[in-house]
């Protein structure tokens, strides 16, 4: 062990060298490796030890998901079930980590906790390129297509409220297809109403009725009241931009 003062010359070397991160006047026993020089060690034991990679992120997994409350209430709270998440999938336990943190902690199911309570879009699509190939319409093969369908809707959503409309697009229409084979009409309807409202913000009426017409009959299809009523307000809503007043009127 080195004495302090030879310990604390390191440190200074180390991070006039920038390879240590500055000192944390909140914390300053804390060390970090710069991120560059992080991410530089952790490519060369992807690629030299990739057992020792997958363990290392399967604990950190383990680690930061206890770091924090069952169910945070705030964002910062909420940090380390991110860091969690990033981690997890590093390791390629993606579909452990979308079920019982993403889901159930972060997002709280039908709540949507992250992003209505929250509104962590940016720190959402963070978590979310974890789980995709090709961002943001390729998720990874290790998912149930259940969970794949709801993560392209998930992308889609907040990508439109990040105002990448053209990426959204791609998404959704992918989360759209997953839906109808697997015959999930409420949730296929649900997208087709977020691709009419998309191409109807962009100024595209005709792709907007196009899909406004597939979330009525999707909706009809599903029989849930709410949608069908909602799919009637989104068709009124085009015609009327369209100038059909009488069949907007109708709707």
Same mark, same amino acid.
């Given at each position: ?7 604390? +010359? ?19 026993? @804390?060390?970090? !490796? ?18 020792? +990679?997958? /363990? ?7 680690? %930061? ?10 964002? *910062? ?17 993606h579909q452990n980590a ?17 992003? %209505? ?11 979310l390129s974890g789980f995709? /190939?090709?961002? +943001? ?16 809707? !998930? ?16 998404? &959704?229409?992918?989360? @759209?297809? /997953?839906?109808?084979?697997? *015959? ?21 009426? &005709? ?7 597939? !979330?009525?009959? @999707? ?29 907007? /009127?109708?709707?």
């Amino acid at each position: 062990q080195l004495p302090h003062d030879e310990w604390e +010359w390191a440190l200074d070397n180390l991070r006039a060298a920038r390879l240590i991160a500055n000192k944390d006047p909140q914390n300053p026993s @804390l060390l970090d !490796c710069h991120p560059l020089v992080r991410e530089h060690y952790g490519d060369k034991v992807k690629a030299l030890n990739p057992q020792a +990679w997958v /363990e290392a992120h399967r604990r950190l997994y383990e680690y %930061y998901k206890s770091q924090t409350t069952e169910y945070p209430e705030t964002i *910062e709270e909420m940090t380390p079930l991110y860091s969690a998440v990033a981690h997890a999938c590093q390791a390629g336990l993606h579909q452990n980590a979308f079920d019982e943190v993403y889901k159930r902690r972060i997002q709280r199911y039908e709540e949507y906790y992250n992003m %209505y309570k929250l509104g962590a879009f940016s720190a959402d699509l963070a978590i979310l390129s974890g789980f995709f /190939e090709e961002p +943001w319409y390729k998720p990874v093969g290790g998912l149930s297509a259940l969970d794949r369908s709801e993560l392209l809707g !998930c992308a889609g959503f907040v990508l439109i409220k990040l105002g990448r409309f053209t990426e959204a697009m791609k998404s &959704i229409e992918a989360a @759209l297809q /997953e839906f109808l084979r697997l *015959e999930d009409w409420k949730e296929a309807a649900i997208n087709a109403n977020n691709l009419s409202e998309l191409h109807l913000t962009t100024g595209d009426l &005709i792709r907007s009725y196009y899909y406004a017409e597939k !979330c009525l009959s @999707l909706a009809d299809l599903s029989g849930n009241v709410f949608w069908k009523v909602n799919a009637r307000t989104v068709l009124a809503t085009v015609l009327y931009q369209k100038g059909e007043f009488e069949q907007a /009127e109708d709707l």
